[in-house]
């Protein structure tokens, strides 16, 4: 297994900002596209956003046109643009490696996003 880093979470009062990254050593490599989740308390795991090999994004519904997903594919770096951040968006967010047979055995421990005033 390889370990993942997600980072870049914090304590943002309502209408603020953060940016969390996820480093996956090789995954560019292995041409893996990079999913992001999230996970509040008592709530089942939610996905938030997707981008492709080729730079391709998707966006739940919930996050449109708050939150933006880029990559550093020399890095092996995946980033989570949130902005107009919303209470409903505090839970534990974590990054998975998706889209092709090499993309998988990657574990982390998620980066901790609290939204509060």
């Known amino acids: 297994q390889v370990q993942l880093v997600e980072s870049g979470g914090g304590l943002v009062q309502p209408g603020g900002s953060l940016r969390l990254s996820c480093r996956a050593p090789?995954?560019?490599?292995?041409?893996?596209?990079m999913d992001w989740y999230r996970q509040a308390a008592g709530k089942q795991r939610e996905w938030v956003s997707s981008?492709?090999?080729?730079?391709?994004?998707t966006s739940s519904d919930s996050v449109k046109g708050r939150f933006t997903i880029s990559r550093d594919s020399p890095k092996d770096t995946v980033y989570l643009e949130m902005n107009n951040l919303e209470p409903e968006d505090t839970a534990m967010y974590s990054c998975?490696?998706?889209?092709?047979?090499?993309?998988?055995?990657?574990w982390g421990q998620g980066t901790q996003v609290t939204v509060s005033s």
């Open positions: 090789g995954f560019t490599s292995k041409r893996c596209g």
């Open positions: 981008i492709s090999t080729n730079g391709f994004t």
């Open positions: 998975n490696p998706s889209g092709g047979p090499l993309c998988g055995g990657y």
